[in-house]
């Protein structure tokens, strides 16, 4: 009959003129237009200018809600209701702390310079210039060497041609002052500083792909072989996987591992060098002073950039809480856990070396050590267990909402049976979680993780090995924390 149909003439459309059009079939379909309509207002306009150019807190970036310009935010205010030990912050908040000035302000340009003019006459031996090749190594089980062409110096001071040395021995530390070559780099501009950089990079990428990686850069560790055990798991994860992340933070530890030892001449070379009578032949390790600094400034620079570029790397791979980023994330940082101890150390055993020197030079000590263990504090507070709190967040490791299914894979094995890991991936975790269920391995997991039984107030320590109250502590908590989350705080 004529009443299903719907004929549509001219004069009929034209009557809906600027209304929906209900015989179009998409129009009609078309959702109401959701969102904001029109113009902010000039003062959420000008809030909202502030936010992008501040960069949302890693909560709400994390949560994908709205941030604000205040530190602590809304959102943050209303979550440390219920965990107080959350804090509002942004990645770049962690560099500060991870990179403290105390520490590496001499690798500042201007403190680089008034180091080279008040210490050396200039780059010359009785009048004339004196080049040599010389090579560098970080640690007898590498084979990688940093080649470089370098000049003689005449010095200007005694102390330039000397160079402490901080040695590990079984329960203790020794300090001892050894001859230094005058070697160094007669830095006159950019090019050669951007050549220094390259060949700074490829000894770093060399060295993460050694076999004796792991055992090198955990040489002078000697209670704990959990950070050795870790870093094989890792770097084994690394060369299967190939991910960015991961080889970045192996990367960041490696050069962390050669800012704080010394970079030694080889054998050859002081054998090559021992004609010019300028390099000492009777020692146990020669270490051109000047030119260790030049590169260890090139490679903090280095350093900081790569942390910076593996915080963008954890942001854009975290937000979407994809769960194939889980296991390269997990992997990336547990190294940074590693680097985190590594800085305690590094922290506390720069002040306790330089009120030593001091003490011996019968001068007054430059710092009190509560400075150093304040720093300390701040590492494990903020950067540890803000990152760790948010990635059991993210991943819902221990979710009571029975609407938010849970991913713990180093204690669940619904990831396995669904095929959610890949197969290196799987392989990694199956060895972590050795690891955390063993009894034996469970037993020095928790005993790392409490708070250092050895005493840890001593104004000077010297020279019992501080490194006791660092090594393995924050790793055993990130990992422990699968099964209680209580170990983070």
């Not at 113009?39 to 941030?67: I, S």
Request: with cysteine.
């Amino acid at each position: 009959s004529s009443s299903k149909f719907l004929i549509v003439t001219p004069d009929s459309v034209n009557a809906h003129a600027g209304k929906p059009n209900p015989f179009e079939c998409f129009e009609a379909m078309r959702p109401s237009q959701r969102g904001r309509k029109g113009p902010l207002a000039n003062d959420t306009k000008e809030n909202a200018l502030q936010v992008r150019r501040l960069g949302a807190c890693f909560c709400c970036h994390a949560r994908k809600v709205k941030c604000d310009k205040e530190r602590p935010c809304r959102n943050c205010k209303k979550l440390t209701v219920q965990v107080p030990q959350v804090i509002c912050w942004q990645f770049q908040d962690f560099l500060p702390v991870l990179f403290p000035d105390f520490i590496r302000g001499h690798f500042r340009k201007d403190e680089m310079t008034r180091f080279i003019t008040e210490n050396i006459v200039g780059f010359a031996v009785d009048g004339a210039e004196q080049s040599c090749s010389v090579e560098l190594f970080s640690g007898p089980r590498f084979t990688t060497t940093f080649a470089v062409t370098a000049k003689f110096f005449t010095a200007k001071t005694p102390d330039v041609l000397q160079h402490w040395h901080l040695t590990n021995g079984r329960n203790a530390v020794d300090l001892q002052s050894r001859g230094a070559a005058p070697i160094g780099l007669d830095m006159e501009g950019g090019p050669q500083k951007e050549e220094l950089k390259k060949k700074a990079k490829e000894y770093i990428q060399a060295i993460i792909q050694e076999p004796a990686y792991a055992e090198q850069v955990t040489d002078s560790l000697r209670h704990t072989d959990l950070p050795r055990k870790v870093l094989r798991i890792v770097q084994n994860y690394s060369y299967r996987c190939d991910s960015p992340i991961v080889k970045r933070a192996l990367s960041i530890y490696a050069m962390h591992y050669v800012m704080t030892r010394h970079l030694c001449l080889t054998r050859q070379t002081i054998v090559n060098l021992g004609p010019t009578k300028l390099v000492p032949q009777n020692v146990p390790w020669v270490t051109p002073r000047v030119l260790n600094r030049q590169i260890k400034a090139v490679v903090d620079e280095m350093m900081m950039r790569e942390m910076q570029l593996l915080f963008e790397n954890f942001s854009k791979s975290l937000k979407p809480k994809s769960r194939k980023e889980w296991a390269p994330c997990l992997a990336a940082f547990l190294i940074l856990t590693l680097f985190m101890e590594s800085v305690e150390t590094a922290a506390d055993s720069f002040v306790i070396s330089q009120n030593e020197v001091n003490l011996r030079n019968r001068a007054q000590p430059k710092w009190k050590r509560s400075f150093a263990l304040d720093i300390n504090k701040e590492v494990e507070n903020l950067p540890f267990k803000q990152f760790a709190y948010q990635f059991h967040q993210i991943y819902q490791t221990h979710s009571k909402d029975a609407s938010a299914k849970s991913f713990n894979p180093l204690l669940d094995d619904g990831c396995f049976e669904q095929g959610e890991l890949d197969r290196y991936a799987a392989e990694m975790v199956w060895q972590l979680r050795k690891l955390v269920v063993e009894p034996d391995s469970w037993n020095e997991l928790d005993f790392l993780s409490a708070d250092p039984i050895l005493p840890n107030e001593e104004d000077h320590p010297y020279p019992r090995d501080v490194s006791f109250n660092y090594t393995g502590r924050l790793l055993s908590k990130f990992l422990l924390s699968f099964t209680d989350e209580s170990y983070i705080f």
